[in-house]
């Protein structure tokens, strides 16, 4: 996800002629912060961090990160010792970092924009100069599968684990029967790891799940995960990110794309009364606001039903859990910010009609739109604008995909008493 996705559709909605006005400089999502994250990194984590770990993430975090000496391992090739390993990331949307939607859009943009996508997309300097120096020849061969180019992996193994040479990773303190414990195991490829605690923190995770503090909408960044999670319980009571997202250590990165994630992430009740039926959702297990981003969005629904199980006209209603921009004339702008705070509940009422004497039959559904804000706003109005041709193609394609991901996450019916 990246700043450059919503400044297209930002120069699209503010653009009736139908062509590109770009948003002045310090308000365009599209910026060159993410070069500079080691600064970034030390002020964000100032006084909260010891200078060991600051030096480290400074260190580590260095985008793009550099070219390794010789040839730079694939996935795959790390899949042959770490096959639990490679099996979870390969579902996971860490895998899918590169993908058709962003594709579309950075074969159209300059290079300053595209360089800020990468930064979190494909951060190696290898697949940014392969994506770069390669232009419309490169994509291509990724669309034809005629090479495995390591910009198409996204962000993979050796994005985290590998620096000049060596491997770095997690502290030993796994079972080591565990399926997941092969990592870093000694061998003649891991003679020079080094394990770094810094791998189990919060801080790991932020310069790709944090933007910039200085590019603010209504006093928070569009992307402030990080942010959330530090001002969270969570924080105080030492969960980390992978707690959650990497349990066990396992690599599938789960999160709001993942139903049964989601379904042990909040907690949802119904109850009834002679007046009116309740659908409460909590965020019980949520270490920062659900959803995180600007992009997902969760509806309640409910409403009355007959006894063909049709809806009962005027009787349905709903809530929203979205946090709603747009894009102005001076900037971005936020059109309302519903989402839940870690521990906080929602309620959606259904009023149960009075004076008739037979029971009534209540419908009760949450529905999740991970990619709401693609699929709704963004791919459309690219698609409008963008000629015919591979770039279209792979905007298609990515609409599609957006759209399937939509679930619903929890459906009841109950009668009234």
């Known amino acids: 996800m990246s700043w450059s996705i919503l400044n297209w559709v930002g120069r699209l909605l503010l653009n009736s002629s139908g062509r590109w006005r770009k948003p002045k400089r310090e308000n365009c ?35 793009p990160i550099p070219s390794q000496s010789g040839e730079t391992p694939t996935p795959e090739s790390c899949g042959q010792c770490h096959p639990k390993q490679l099996a979870d990331w390969a579902q996971s949307q860490h895998a899918k970092a590169f993908s058709p939607g962003l594709v579309g859009q950075l074969m159209q943009y300059d290079s300053e924009e595209t360089i800020s996508c990468l930064a979190c997309h494909a951060p190696l300097a290898i697949q940014q100069e392969q994506f770069l120096d390669g232009g419309e020849a490169a994509i291509e061969r990724w ?83 990080y942010r959330e999670w530090l001002d969270s319980p969570y924080a105080r ?84 859990i979205q946090r709603q921009v747009r894009l102005e004339s001076d900037g971005w702008e936020e059109v309302s910010d519903t989402r839940l705070y870690p521990g906080e509940s929602v309620e959606l009422i259904i009023p149960l009609f009075t004076g008739a004497t037979e029971k009534k039959r209540v419908r009760f559904e949450v529905w999740v739109d991970p990619d709401y804000f693609y699929h ?42």
């Open 29 to 63: 999502p599209s910026q060159s912060w993410r070069l500079f994250l080691p600064v970034i990194l030390v002020l964000l984590f100032g006084g909260v961090s010891s200078s060991a770990s600051e030096d480290f993430f400074s260190r580590h975090w260095q985008i």
């Open 143 to 225: 669309l034809s599968d005629l090479e495995s180019l390591s910009f198409s992996h996204g962000v993979f193994c050796v994005v985290c684990h590998l620096r000049q040479g060596r491997i770095f990773g997690p502290p030993t303190n796994v079972d080591t029967t565990s399926p997941s414990s092969s990592i870093l195991t000694p061998n003649r490829y891991h003679s020079r790891s080094k394990r770094s605690p810094e791998f189990e923190d919060s801080r790991f995770c932020a310069p790709c799940h944090q933007f910039s503090q200085e590019i603010l909408v209504n006093g928070k960044p569009l992307e402030n995960t």
């Open 237 to 320: 009571d030492g969960t980390h990110c992978q707690s959650c997202h990497m349990r066990d250590r396992q690599h599938l990165f789960k999160g709001i794309h993942d139903q049964s994630f989601v379904e042990q992430s909040v907690s949802i009740d119904v109850a009834i009364t002679d007046r009116k039926a309740i659908l409460k959702l909590q965020s019980s297990g949520v270490g920062h606001r659900f959803p995180t981003y600007v992009v997902p969005r969760v509806t309640l629904k409910g409403g009355l039903i007959d006894g063909s199980g049709r809806p009962v006209q005027g009787s349905q209603r709903e809530k929203i």
């Open 376 to 417: 709704f706003i963004t791919y459309p109005r690219i698609l409008e604008e963008l000629p015919d041709g591979n770039s279209k193609n792979l905007v298609k394609r990515a609409l599609i995909e957006a759209r399937e991901n939509r679930y619903l996450l929890f459906e009841r019916e109950i009668e009234s008493l």
